[in-house]
């Protein structure tokens, strides 16, 4: 019986593995990246049969509860996200050879087959394990490639950080959504994320085209779900908050949606991942575009990728920026002065930080659609549904 329920849970596991095309009877490659291993002896695994026969190894060390959960979980396509599949940190003896990264195998063999054996993977939230070897494929995402940090944030950040740090938190008001708290530590990462006195980081307005549909929703929790239908889903369900429409660009994109993207709020900025097996998102943040630039850029998210949509480093030295084009110092501006009756500093914040295209504590998300000088929507309210979050902190 032990050995007939194992066999069972190893083929249901094989059926969900990702197919090479068939020609002629053989096998192509279809992109398929060697597998890097730590015997220099070993010719590098580069073939299908390889690439199943190290997977073998590797369910073979699995307990029936772990397959039980790898099943469910590819089964459902992450749908339902379960649970760690951990086993020992370190390089794994697979198939005679050292594995690496054991985890890029997995992904490799049920959901990337172009990921590298080497590629950087980044943990999504929701994964627990502290080991690397955690081998639930939707703990991990791949990464969207962003420019490194341009001039002036990597010359002035440094030197800049732990001076705007110690400054007393300062408020803005959205430009699309009326006021809005905010606070320049907040949007900045200063201090202790985790103990702000804000009981919610962002508020989520969804939009359609030009219509805000629904109530601004608090986040509380650092990690939270957008998703148009999701099993089992918690977080914001925007089928909840829709109404019948007539617009077929709206109801083509609804149902693009699908399981949506995922929002984290980390220690070095704030994450969004694209949960979506088949439709990318397409993102905008102050952090991502140049400080010099009177234009905007969008970034495409692919399914099953994540970016860095919010970088608490550079949004200090944004507002700093932004100063230092004005002649005028970011301390004897008065944005920073909590003594100051009246609200004052937030008044001469405004007039510097409002004074260009970036609005420095509003992301905008949308489902399936572009938007910007490299689509023939220019606009976001012409995206057929999207997002805003608004970084947000109480009233003091």
Known sequence: ?????????????????????????????????PIHTDDDTA????????????????????????????????????????????????????????????????????????????????????????????????????????????PPYEEEAEKNKTRIESHQESRQESTETGLTPFGFNEMTGGGDYRSLHSQYWCHLAYWELRQRVGRLFPVQDDTINIFQDLPHGTGLCLEILQKATETEAVKRTREKIGMGICLSRESDGIWAYNRSTTYPVFVNSPTLDSPTSKTFTVYRLPPGYSIKIYDYDVARVLLQTKFKDTGQDYEDSGCTSSSTPGGVGVASCRQYVDSGPIDPHAIRISFAKGWGGSYSRQIITSCPCWIEVLLNVPHR
């Open 43 to 150: 010719p590098p695994i580069t073939h299908e049969y390889q690439l199943k026969s190290t997977c073998h190894s590797l369910l073979k060390r699995l307990t029936e509860a772990q397959l039980e959960t790898l099943a469910g979980v590819l089964e459902t396509q992450g749908g339902d996200i379960g649970q760690c599949i951990t086993l020992p940190p370190g390089p794994l003896k697979l198939g005679g050879k050292t594995v690496n990264k054991p985890m890029n195998v997995v992904c490799q063999n049920w959901r990337w087959r172009d990921l590298s054996s080497e590629e950087d993977l980044k943990r999504i939230q929701c994964c627990t394990s502290m080991s690397t070897n955690c081998l639930n494929p939707y703990h991990w995402s791949r990464l969207v490639n962003v420019p490194d940090i341009p």
């Open 1 to 33: 019986m032990f050995g007939s329920r194992r066999s069972t849970l190893i083929k249901r596991l094989n059926k969900l593995r990702i197919r090479h095309h068939e020609t002629d009877g053989s096998l192509e490659t279809c992109g398929v990246l």
